[in-house]
Each structure stands twice: as structure tokens, then as C-alpha cells.
């Protein structure tokens, strides 16, 4: 019908298309006619690893189907090779798009256990594979005047997860990369969503009984990512949660607050704390500007 949406003449990148989240995607968007990027070295849950064949068998499937798309087995958390991604996309199919940020592993420990060079690397493949990626995407996407990006966030860095410090550091770190760069895309039509997906992958499965996991699935999750980067969307700098057909918007809000004249003392905040903290009438800011002009409007 008229109202279908579809990509077709649009090229789509998808990180670590190889498994769960990335994979459904890529189905998805090659479906309705995406040129796909299947980006995935392969490799462990932890990272460890890589295989060639995990990328390749997405494309199969892809192409099986009847679509189009292409394999690409670099790691986005290294510049080059990421860049390289971008490159694949543009030799094979001329351009690109759409750029869905999923790659991810875990390196789950509580705190005082963790090391810190798994804290970094968490941070390196989470935060720095969606910037190498999306960085080198951009000054193709603000030439065409069109782009959309999806970042994959988590609960996990919106709201704690026990044994995930460095994974929710990393996972709520794109949502500050996507609140700067939605202003800076804006004039360039390039939009820039957060996704916070639930869904029994590799990722989840020890979490949680088999038959929830199974129920779980994947591509109830990306028709929330197929419209984010559609001509349909129109929305930018928004978080959005997904998963077993639940969709739902999540935002920062900021309470109205206390103003203490002069020079506020430590008491003045204890005595207001609950005021401070109320947020039964609060405001969503769209910008780090309109929130100072708040703070300095009284
Ligand atoms: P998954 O483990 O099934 O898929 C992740 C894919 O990323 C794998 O195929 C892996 O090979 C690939 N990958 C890992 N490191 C990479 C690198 N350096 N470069 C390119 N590809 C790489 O896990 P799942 O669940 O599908 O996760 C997808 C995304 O969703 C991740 O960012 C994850 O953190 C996020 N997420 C998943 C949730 C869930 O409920 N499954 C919940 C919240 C977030």
C-alpha cells in the first residue's frame, strides 16, 4: 500500500549484523529494500574471538530472501577499521544512509572486581564504535543532507544494572554523544536516536528462564529501529525503549526546584532536600542553553 515504508535506494550500515539485535535489523531493513551493510568480525560475547562466517551467513540469509547487502568483518572499536566500514558501504553500494550502532560485548564484574582495562574496553567498543563509525559516516550524510543514526543505549545505563559499571558508563554516554549531535545534524537533516532494547540474545540468555528468552525475540525490537532511520521519522535526540512489542519514550526531566537568595549554606539544602528533589511538576530541556537560561531566569 501507499502507506508502506521503505528504503529502497537507501544504503544501511548495521553493526554486528552477525547476531540477535543487529541481525533482525539488517533483516528488516534489506526486507523493505536497504542496501545492508553486515557488519561482525564474529568473536565471543566477551569480544574474544572472531569469525568471517557469522557476518557471512546474515548476508545469505539477506540474499536468499531477495535483497541486497554485503559482509563486513571489522571491529568498530578501532578508528581505521571502522572507518572502513563506511567504506564497504560506499564501494559496493555508492553512499551511505542509515548507520545502526549495535555492536556490543559484555564484561560483566562487580566493581572492586573489574578491571579497569575491561572498563575501557567496554568503553572502546560501546562508545568509541559508535563514534568512529558515526564519524566516519558524517561528512557523507551532511553532503547529501540526509542521514539517520541509531545509537544503542541500554536500561542498564539509564537506570543501574548490579555487575555492569562499565557497560552502563558506556551505554549512557551515547545518549550524551546523541543529545550534541541531534543540534549539530539538525540543519543537515540528519537525526540521531537512542534505542534501549530488551531482547533474549547471547547477551541476556543466562539472565533469564528459556521460555522468556524465547518469547523474546529480536525482531519484536526492530521495527522501533526501522522506523528511526525511515524518511517517515521526523524526531531526533529522543531515547527510545523497545522490546516483545512494548515501545515506550524515555526522557530526562528536571524538577522546578528552590532558590535560596545570597549565599546558599549546606543547611539551606538540607532543609529543602525533598523540595529540591520533587519532580511532580518538572521540564524536559532540549538544549545544555535553554536549561541555563532556567537556572539563571530567577
Ligand atoms: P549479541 O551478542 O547477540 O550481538 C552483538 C553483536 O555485536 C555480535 O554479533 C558481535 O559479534 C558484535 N560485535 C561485538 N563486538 C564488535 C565489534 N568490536 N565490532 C563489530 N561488531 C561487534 O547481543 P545483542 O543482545 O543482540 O546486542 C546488540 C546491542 O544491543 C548491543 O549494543 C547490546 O549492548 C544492546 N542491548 C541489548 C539488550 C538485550 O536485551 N539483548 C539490552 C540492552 C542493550
Given at each position: 500500500s501507499a502507506m508502506t515504508i521503505r528504503f529502497d535506494n537507501r544504503v544501511a550500515i548495521v553493526t554486528g549484523a552477525g547476531n540477535g539485535l543487529g541481525r533482525a535489523h539488517a533483516l528488516l531493513l534489506a526486507s523493505r529494500g536497504a542496501k545492508v551493510v553486515v557488519n561482525d568480525p564474529g568473536g565471543a560475547r566477551d569480544g574474544r574471538g572472531g569469525d568471517s562466517a557469522v557476518a557471512d551467513k546474515v548476508?545469505?540469509?539477506?540474499?536468499?530472501?531477495?535483497?541486497?547487502?554485503?559482509?563486513?568483518?571489522?571491529?568498530?572499536?578501532?578508528?581505521?577499521?571502522?572507518?572502513?566500514?563506511?567504506?564497504?558501504?560506499?564501494?559496493?553500494?555508492?553512499?551511505?544512509?542509515?548507520?545502526?550502532?549495535?555492536?556490543g560485548?559484555?564484561?560483566?564484574?562487580?566493581?572492586p572486581?573489574?578491571?579497569?582495562?575491561?572498563?575501557?574496553?567496554?568503553?572502546?567498543?560501546?562508545?568509541?564504535?559508535?563514534?568512529?563509525?558515526?564519524?566516519?559516516?558524517?561528512?557523507?550524510?551532511?553532503?547529501?543532507?540526509?542521514?539517520?543514526?541509531?545509537?544503542?543505549?541500554?536500561?542498564?545505563?539509564?537506570?543501574?544494572?548490579?555487575?555492569?559499571t562499565n557497560y552502563s558508563a558506556a551505554k549512557l554516554s551515547l545518549v550524551g554523544f546523541m543529545n550534541t549531535l541531534r543540534l549539530e545534524g539538525q540543519k543537515y537533516n540528519i537525526l540521531?536516536?537512542?534505542l534501549a532494547p530488551v531482547a533474549g540474545t547471547r547477551m541476556t540468555e543466562d539472565?533469564?528462564?528459556?521460555?522468556?528468552?524465547?518469547?523474546?525475540?529480536?525482531?519484536?525490537?526492530?521495527?522501533?529501529?526501522?522506523?528511526?532511520?525511515?524518511?517517515?521519522c521526523t524526531r531526533s535526540g529522543?531515547?527510545?525503549?523497545a522490546g516483545v512489542g512494548?515501545?515506550?519514550?524515555?526522557?530526562?526531566?528536571?524538577?522546578?526546584?528552590?532558590?535560596?537568595a545570597g549565599q546558599p549554606t549546606i543547611e539551606d539544602v538540607a532543609a529543602n532536600i525533598d523540595k529540591i528533589a520533587d519532580l511532580t511538576t518538572s521540564t524536559a530541556y532540549r538544549t545544555a542553553n535553554e536549561e541555563s537560561q532556567a537556572v539563571l531566569a530567577g
Open positions: 548476508v545469505a540469509e539477506i540474499k536468499a530472501a531477495g535483497g541486497q547487502a554485503v559482509a563486513n568483518y571489522d571491529s568498530v572499536a578501532e578508528q581505521k577499521a571502522a572507518a572502513n566500514i563506511v567504506k564497504t558501504a560506499v564501494d559496493a553500494f555508492g553512499t551511505v544512509d542509515i548507520v545502526v550502532n549495535n555492536a560485548i559484555l564484561r560483566d564484574k562487580s566493581f572486581n573489574m578491571s579497569m582495562d575491561d572498563f575501557l574496553l567496554i568503553l572502546q567498543v560501546h562508545l568509541m564504535g559508535s563514534v568512529y563509525v558515526t564519524h566516519a559516516a558524517w561528512p557523507i550524510l551532511r553532503e547529501k543532507a540526509y542521514g539517520r543514526i541509531v545509537l544503542t543505549s541500554s536500561s542498564s545505563g539509564l537506570y543501574g544494572n548490579f555487575g555492569q540521531v536516536n537512542s539472565l533469564m528462564p528459556a521460555e522468556l528468552i524465547a518469547r523474546m525475540k529480536p525482531e519484536l525490537v526492530s521495527p522501533m529501529v526501522a522506523y528511526l532511520c525511515s524518511e517517515a529522543e531515547i527510545w525503549a512494548y515501545f515506550s519514550r524515555v526522557e530526562f526531566r528536571e524538577g522546578p526546584g528552590v532558590r535560596v
